[in-house]
């Protein structure tokens, strides 16, 4: 009888399949909305934009993975226990209740309803509030559908996960082809800060994915898949979790830059779109028709509600572990009722909300990330994490103000204030103090 031995080894197509998973944790259908419409925005400086929307949609999260593999999936252990928690809930709020999955809800109406609504915009007053009809009925029922999934996760959702990934894959290929043989519109106009700062203001679309600070949590969750495969060994995890990340990087890079020349070339096409998901579906109909309006439609739908339905059960668990006092059906049902009025606020409008929310915390996820890197090289990395994270926050907090409305000019002598990255210098300045320093305790030791 032969006994089962763990092994440490995976196959290349073990590797290939948990870079296609990475792939598929970050690429949620509302992914597909930021690129087009910053391509149409950016114009002529559709590359620059691109670049620096590369940097924090793509590049970060790749980084970000590597973090948490060098970290061993404790990436925020040198920090406070109550600021670690706190960042983490930050976190999971993000990319659950408050903005994530009500936009998961939202792309799904842009795209998957209202193509096929014949008036899609009448309004109606529920407890004093001005409601667009078609959204709020089409929310109601989208939320109501991911409660039930997520009260009762089975199988079925795995596997319409798994066939859902390879659909929209292939439908985004077919996308990138359409985009390269058929002649689109010559860039317009740079509109906005596309016309002066293209770069930061791509770098700053970015955020929008949310990536960045959802790969901290999926590298720990992959890091726990890996373990269940048996990958028990530090080293392993790190290479193959590296490796899966360069295999989604690599998909997502190629999905947005096709995107982004979606969005540049569509011309009239996209006249009047107010979002990338309505150009999206514009662009669709134009050059596939119906029947392609109505497949994209179906595929987009179910990936959204296969994307809600994980992100409600992984805040759930998260809470209920948390405060074990609340039951994760409650928490469940609790986040679905939350994110169905959350998504009534509209996709344009939610992602104007979220925008202070990711300029304020997305320097603190940077930050963190690089630290992850230098932790070797600091004399006391726990003062040196906990110092620059928190001057990478209140720096945060200011560009959070101004992207939110408030008056801060006072702060305008700030360095890259007016591009929104007053928090850059400072928090390489503590990087750089915290160095100079260790290198002279070092010394002194020696």
Known sequence: MRHSVKNTQMTLTDTLGLGFMTFAFFLGAGNLIFPPFAGLLAGEHMFTAMLGFLITAVGLPLIALIAVAKANGKIMAMLPVFAA????????????????????????????????????????????????????????????????LALFPGKLLDSVGKVLT????????????????????APGVPQGEYANAPLVKGVLEGYNTMDALASLIFGMLIIDILRKKGVTDSASQTVY????????????????????????????????????????TLYVTHHFGQMGVILLALVVTLACLTTAVGLVSACAEYFNELLPQ????????????????????????????????????????????????????????????????????????????????????????LPLYDVGMAWLLPTLLAVGYCLITSARAKTSQA
């Open 85 to 148: 928690t706190a960042l983490a809930i930050a976190i999971y709020i993000i990319i659950g209740p408050a903005f994530a999955i009500p936009r998961t809800g939202l792309v799904a109406f842009e795209i998957g309803a209202r193509p096929f609504i014949s008036d899609p915009d009448t309004m109606i007053t529920v407890a004093g509030l001005v409601l667009n009809q078609a959204q709020l009925a089409y929310t109601a029922g989208f939320f109501a559908i991911t409660m039930l």
């Open 166 to 185: 390879p659909i929209l894959l292939f439908l985004l290929v077919g996308l990138a082809m359409s985009v390269m043989m058929v002649n689109g519109a």
């Open 241 to 280: 979790l590296i490796r899966a990340a360069l295999i989604a990087a690599a998909g997502l890079a190629f999905v947005y830059v096709a995107l982004f020349f979606l969005g540049v070339s569509a011309g009239d096409i996209a006249q009047g779109a107010q979002n990338g998901g309505q150009i999206l």
């Open 326 to 413: 609340l039951s994760y059906r409650l928490l469940v049902v609790v986040f679905s009722v939350i994110c169905a009025l959350v998504a009534n606020v509209g996709l344009t409008s939610l992602i104007s909300i979220s925008i202070p929310v990711l300029m304020s915390i997305y320097p603190v996820a940077m930050a963190l990330v690089l630290v992850t890197f230098l932790t070797q090289y600091f004399a006391n990395p726990q003062f040196a994490h906990r110092l620059i994270l928190s001057i990478a926050l209140l720096f945060g907090l200011f560009d959070g103000f101004k992207a939110a409305g408030i008056d801060t000019s006072m702060l305008n002598f």
